[in-house]
């Protein structure tokens, strides 16, 4: 291609060149691919300064393969909490510039990994606002503190009514090595349901976004168990989940009937939070909406019935994510 080259500084004829490189990130070896560009008339190579910088998508893959926290995890739960990054920081008793830098990218050095962790976890959130008490004014310190009241009760009286039912299951290759996200599958079906989705089809592409997450990052979205039954696969217990987003009034159902077909079109009545989403799971929920967009109930069921995935198991078996692998898509 004929481009100006900052070296020869005319037009000359610019080879775009992409390669792998090797970067050392403590003590492991990471492979990125990098893209640059070299004048065929004088030899230099330069970069384009639109793209990124290797060392962000090398920390990048450094922190997925140690299940760190990317960059934008820690920005979406400081947002989710109306938080400025220097009020988090003098929370989490971290001085100058330490949070920007690591919501801009920089890798994250353990002991600071391990107090995120801590710190998302409610009660403790609640604890280390309580312990600084000059960081916050009065009237957004009693919000905050409401706020996380509210999202821990939530939280346990659901997931303790779930377990109760239907029992706890360990994160495995059945839940895609996940424990049950259950804001993750309450907006995930908000998503798909955004101006309404058939039931049967709400179904399979819950399904298609956690295994195609899983063969692509080896770990599902929602930690849901999906049950191979006459459909297709469906999410364990999907009517207990549908009927509390109904209930909840998130979720409106409408009865379709065509000629001898009849369904359930399940309508999202609120926006999804996206915030609960990494960025990997955003991409796929847009991915997989928009390649089954098309389709209606009987197609995607077809199409499923096509997966090793179903055609490898029985009636009623739970299906092993370890069939993500041969995914048609
Ligand atoms: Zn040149």
Redesign the pocket.
Known sequence: MKKI?P??EKE?SIRHIKENERFEVRGESIEVPVEYYQ?D??G?TFENTRDHDPLVTVYKEYRRRYDMLQPDDIKQWRKRYGLTQKELSQILGWGGATLSRYENGALQVDAHEKLLRLAMEPHNLRKLIEESPQVLCDEKRDRLLKEIDAEEDEANSFEMLFEEKFGRYAPDEFSGYNRLQLSKLFNAILFFCKGGALKTKLNKLLFYVDFRHFKEYTVSITGVRYVHLEHGPVPENYEFFTAELLRGNDLKVEEIIFGDFSGYNLIACVEPDLSVFGDSELRLLAEIKEYFRSFGSNQIRDFSHKERAYLETSNQEIISYLYARDLQI
């Open positions: 080259c070296h020869c000359t004048c008339e004088c230099e």
